[in-house]
């Protein structure tokens, strides 16, 4: 596994680990306002971890499509990279 896709499994297991604690502290009862900073750590680990994907992705599959000759492919790599995009920015 390279650098890149380690620290993005990192993310995730941040993310996960935070998620438990989340669901921990509103079984709990505990105070919202700690609740909802918890909540916005999770969602940052796994925006950065959206976006090294995007980069890697760009990088190395988007690359080769866009360098190749297949027009198919290269569309299809496109509409790909829009519609990730179009749900990231929801």
Same mark, same amino acid.
């Given at each position: 596994m390279n650098k890149?896709?380690?620290k993005i499994l990192i993310n995730f297991k941040k993310a996960r680990s935070l998620t438990d604690k989340l669901i921990s502290m509103v079984e709990e009862g505990e105070y919202c306002i700690d609740i909802m900073q918890q909540n916005l750590a999770a969602v940052g680990l796994l925006k950065s971890a959206h976006q090294m994907l995007l980069e890697n992705h760009l990088n190395t599959?988007?690359?080769q499509a866009m360098s190749s000759d297949n027009e198919r492919l290269q569309q299809k790599? +496109? +509409?790909e990279i829009l519609k990730v995009n @179009?749900?990231?920015? @929801?």
């Amino acid at each position: 596994m390279n650098k890149e896709k380690q620290k993005i499994l990192i993310n995730f297991k941040k993310a996960r680990s935070l998620t438990d604690k989340l669901i921990s502290m509103v079984e709990e009862g505990e105070y919202c306002i700690d609740i909802m900073q918890q909540n916005l750590a999770a969602v940052g680990l796994l925006k950065s971890a959206h976006q090294m994907l995007l980069e890697n992705h760009l990088n190395t599959c988007f690359r080769q499509a866009m360098s190749s000759d297949n027009e198919r492919l290269q569309q299809k790599m +496109t +509409t790909e990279i829009l519609k990730v995009n @179009k749900l990231a920015n @929801k």
